[in-house]
């Protein structure tokens, strides 16, 4: 064969394919691809056979670089267009990810060819340091491709490129890298101090960063001072003045019912208002504050994965890389100081918001207490007895493990194999055993060895009073003014130790309307789902259970909080209760009832069975429950 023939006809096709982009290749329909596939393998191998003696061994190592260059940009397009015939495979396989991922990054500079954009022009975008070219110099440069004979060394060196597709890399884009160096030059040549601020981007983002955090220390001195100070201090003021009016609620509550007591809740009233319009104020002081400060985190986050994007791209330039990642870490220090602060103001703004809720609710008690709004009528033993039922039941369940339990703050499972001695932890409102105590269980799971860290606690909490206990009987619901007193208790411990508290709270005396409409509104649902909070209501006498209903928490304790008497057993009782009418009725006309131990005997049905029926039969206005010499009875409708 001719050196003509080598030279010339032989690499036509290598010469046009590899001159050729990526994008156009791809645009040709998949035989035409086929074919120039075909026709570059048959002509290599051609041109191995028979050229070799031909040319020297430069010349020949030129060609044979073409014929590896074309193939290779030939396997990136069938790979991006997938094409698997059994020759477009072994084209494929024929190059490594790396040299496919090497050709594929040179190929998005092709604005920076000098017949694209010659060295003149490439110097006054430069010098512009603006647009889409110049862009692609100043990642050039940071990528040190303008030492492309060196960084092409480098990977042939390491072995990640080899030398026949390190030669066709660099005749074919070589010549783009040093279109920058001349355009450099040029401009060098006539601005000579551009050659001191050229292409220091990194130093720009890194004074950009900085700018960033003194505007951030800012805005955080503006927020503490539009607050009004210290923030602990603000909220702890504010929350003494809510501490105040309800020890007033309190004081006219243990008056009792009097003519005064009317003139006494108008003024409660009045300082409910003045405490709210307070609130409003410092509400939106809070709630600036909040904005501000997630503006802030937001810049700063971005600021810092622009930096550490960058600093991916200095990986040649260990000062850079340095500088940049050591302002990145900086940034994400102030973001989780920032964070803290945030967290702060949120809290205040849920405190505030609690107290506002239950300062009106306590005062709404007090007026239903005065208006002789009749609630439901417990006795010391009654309520005792119920507590050991539920308080047993609770650690049962508890106790099934393994036990599968969900934490929102991780948004997952824990899985309970055994609890230790030291997860479980019982306390109680009074140590008066004559009473309901007030019990509180709780089951608590930590992570870690050494230093142990609670990340969840399920609580069950019977709450009492047990002062009324002591003096009789309780008949007044747990209010929402109180619900709101027992949640900030456990929210605070759970927010200031980041661990989720799940508590299932039971009444004897059953709930405000209010108490059961709260846990399952959107208040309730704007501050605690999903944060470090559930909370359930549990009813023991009547079965009533109220909670969030997307609360994933909550629907794990099913078992726990099903009615202690089946709905079944209790209908079956008021039937035979109400059969029982014409004999109270007969025994004493003017005032037929029952004591609630006659009716055990009458019905042959459990105490709570037979308590559960009369306040079935109360509730749907068939006869009432009272208390006569002590003892607890069900009085039918009179006739008298």
Request: net charge neutral; hydrophobic share 40%.
């Amino acid at each position: 064969m001719s050196y003509k023939e080598c030279t010339e006809d032989m690499i036509v096709d290598a010469r046009r394919v590899f001159q050729e982009d990526i994008l156009s290749l791809k645009t040709l329909p998949p035989f035409m691809i086929m074919e120039d596939v075909k026709s570059l393998i048959e002509k290599m191998m051609v041109f191995r056979r028979q050229c070799f003696n031909v040319l020297s061994r430069d010349e020949y190592n030129y060609f044979w670089s073409l014929f590896n260059g074309a193939l290779l940009k030939m396997a990136v397009v069938l790979d991006e267009l997938d094409i698997k015939d059994e020759q477009g495979l072994m084209i494929r396989k024929m190059f490594t990810d790396t040299e496919k991922k090497v050709i594929r990054e040179f190929e998005k500079y092709s604005k920076l060819e000098p017949d694209v954009t010659p060295p003149d022009r490439l110097a006054e975008i430069i010098v512009a340091r603006k647009g889409e070219i110049y862009e692609l110099v100043a990642e050039a440069v940071r990528k040190q491709y303008i030492d492309f004979a060196g960084l092409i060394k480098t990977w042939t060196t390491k072995g990640e490129v080899r030398d026949t597709i390190s030669r066709a890399l660099q005749i074919r884009y070589e010549k783009r890298f040093k279109n920058i160096v001349n355009a450099i030059k040029r401009l060098v040549d006539q601005q000579p101090a551009w050659l001191l601020r050229l292409f220091s981007e990194y130093e720009d983002a890194l004074i950009d960063a900085l700018k960033l955090r003194e505007k951030a220390e800012a805005t955080r001195s503006e927020v503490r001072a539009k607050v009004g100070g210290r923030l602990e201090d603000v909220v702890n003021r504010y929350l003494e003045e809510h501490n105040r009016v309800e020890e007033m609620i309190k004081e006219v509550e243990e008056k009792g019912i009097s003519p005064e007591i009317l003139k006494e809740i108008e003024k409660l009233k009045q300082e409910k208002e003045y405490l709210l319009t307070k609130s409003k104020e410092l509400e939106e002081r809070l709630n600036e504050a909040q904005a501000r400060l997630e503006e802030a985190i937001k810049a700063l986050r971005e600021k810092e994965e622009e930096l550490k994007k960058m600093s991916t791209e200095y990986e040649d330039n260990k000062a850079a890389k340095e500088a940049l990642e050591a302002e990145a870490e900086r940034l994400r220090r102030m973001v989780d100081e920032l964070k803290k602060e945030l967290d702060g103001y949120k809290d205040a703004s849920t405190k505030i918001l609690l107290k506002n809720v239950s300062v009106g609710s306590k005062l709404e008690d007090l007026e239903a207490t005065v208006k002789g709004v009749e609630g439901r009528l417990i006795g010391p033993g009654e309520a005792r007895a119920l507590e050991l039922m539920f308080i047993e039941r609770f650690s049962f369940n508890m106790n099934k493990v393994p036990l599968k339990l969900y934490n929102p703050l991780e948004k997952k499972e824990i899985l309970v194999k055994k609890w230790k001695p030291s997860d479980r932890v019982i306390s109680y409102l009074t140590e008066d055993k004559g009473v309901p105590r007030g019990t509180s269980i709780s089951y608590n799971v930590y992570t870690g060895i050494l230093k142990r860290k609670k990340i969840l606690s399920v609580e069950a909490f019977y709450f009492v009073r047990p002062e009324a206990y002591s003096k009789g009987f309780d008949s007044k619901p747990l209010g929402l003014g109180e619900l709101m007193d027992i949640i900030s208790e456990r929210l605070d411990k759970a927010r200031a130790e980041n661990y989720y508290h799940v508590l299932l709270l039971a009444s004897p005396t059953g709930f405000t309307d209010k108490a059961k409409e709260y846990v399952s509104g959107s208040e309730y649902h704007k501050l605690f789902l999903s944060t470090n909070l559930a909370v359930a209501l549990f009813d023991p006498i009547d079965g009533g259970v109220y909670y969030h209903p997307l609360d994933p928490s909550i629907k794990r304790f099913e078992k726990v909080l099903t009615p202690l008497v089946s709905f079944e057993e209790t209908k079956i009782v008021a039937d035979k209760i109400m059969e029982l009418e014409v004999d109270a009725l007969a025994r004493s006309p003017n005032f037929p009832y029952f004591t609630i131990d006659e009716l055990m005997g009458k019905t042959g049905a459990r105490r709570e069975v037979v308590r559960a029926a009369m306040e079935k039969l109360a509730k749907e206005g068939k006869g009432k429950v009272q208390v006569v010499d002590k003892k607890l009875v069900f009085v039918y409708p009179s006739e008298g």
